[in-house]
């Protein structure tokens, strides 16, 4: 049985000071560094082994795969892919959340984050992040979990919802009360190449 490690990278410094962060690169603080580390103690001590890791391109994504494995006892490749970053948040990149509800009105900051087609101005939508992960994961992922093989993603909180839409666990009505939390190994079991199951450890 294939299984699928996903895990949203630890608290980065933008995560701290409550900003829109999207595809500015930012690092992660000392607690994010920890949150990885863990969350690869927890994969060991689950017994589980990544045959392939994945991650986007961004700092806090990368380098949390990079503590992941550290933690895990692991020495793996990472591959990394644009089409695996951050939703992109346009004109609210760098804002503190609460001025952007100040600047452009905290319903319409509710729509932008909430909605599954409504980007923000110069931004993605979570559709639109749909539209990237879902054939990335069909050339790259999906072929690898069909051939029995363990693959971690460290990836982002909207690239990770995204991937849940596309293996059909969530749909756009009700994807908005899917959270994950940073630093937290969550995996997917599958069953005849059909994804079956997930849960943290």
Not at 122 to 133: F, P, T
Not at 148 to 164: C, Y
Not at 169 to 187: A, H, Q, V
């Amino acid at each position: 049985m294939s299984k699928l490690i996903l895990i949203r990278h630890g608290q980065s410094t933008w995560n701290l000071e409550n900003r829109f962060t999207g595809f500015r690169d930012v690092p992660l603080t000392a607690q994010g560094e920890r949150e990885a580390h863990t969350g690869g103690k927890k994969i060991k001590a689950s017994g589980l082994i990544p045959d392939m890791v994945f991650t986007s391109t961004l700092e806090r994504a990368w380098r949390t795969a990079e503590l992941v494995l550290v933690g895990a006892g692991l020495n793996l490749p990472l591959i990394k892919s644009d089409d695996l970053r951050e939703r992109d948040y346009g004109n609210l990149s760098g804002l503190n959340k609460a001025e952007a509800a100040k600047e452009f009105g905290e319903g319409q900051v509710h729509i932008w984050r909430r909605s599954y087609d409504m980007p923000p101005p110069g931004g993605e939508s979570l559709a639109d992040v749909v539209a990237r992960v879902k054939p990335y994961y069909e050339k790259h992922i999906a072929l690898e979990l069909a051939a029995g093989k363990t693959v971690l993603i460290a990836a982002h909180g909207n690239s990770l919802r995204a991937l849940m839409v596309v293996l059909d666990f969530y749909t756009r009505d009700n994807i908005n009360s899917f959270e994950i939390p940073n630093g937290e190994p969550l995996i997917v079991e599958f069953a005849a190449g059909i994804p079956t199951q997930y849960y943290y450890l």
